[in-house]
């Protein structure tokens, strides 16, 4: 009963306020806000204003993550083979591929967001709970 005492004094309470407060917010809230980092890389072909565009997609929870990958569309853009759209269970970090005609000045945009992840991941994994989160990332594509 003695060591319950403390909390009736309202400077304990407002420090013990303050640090829940402080542990909450600097401890795993931005995973959530935050759960996938995008990076988008342009490199060129051998051919003239042909790219192969990868979107490295990184897992920042430390459970897989069922994810939709695709890029947004661009008339400036023409998908050599198909314009794919990906779904595969994340679990640290993964490369997404798409060979592209560029027909002037542009920019690629690929996107990642989390879905559900039933049929996704395997039923065994720790998987992260589905979230409405979309991240995205752009680069520049320069013809010559």
Request: glycine share 4%.
């Amino acid at each position: 009963m003695a060591s319950l005492q403390m909390f009736y004094h309202p400077r304990a309470l407002v420090h013990l306020l303050i640090l829940c407060l402080f542990l909450e917010t600097a401890y795993g809230q931005d995973n959530w806000k935050k759960p996938l980092s995008l990076d988008m890389i342009i490199s060129p072909m051998e051919k003239p204003n042909k790219f192969t565009a990868t979107l490295r997609v990184r897992n920042n929870v430390g459970q897989c993550v069922a994810v939709k990958v695709s890029t947004e569309i661009n008339p400036n853009i023409k998908y050599i083979s198909s314009h794919a759209i990906y779904t595969s269970c994340l679990c640290s970090v993964n490369n997404y591929f798409w060979d592209i005609q560029v027909s002037t000045n542009t920019a690629l945009q690929g996107k990642a967001e989390v879905v559900p992840a039933r049929g996704i991941c395997p039923d065994d994994e720790n998987v992260f709970p589905e979230t409405s989160y979309v991240g995205t990332a752009t680069q520049k594509v320069v013809v010559s």
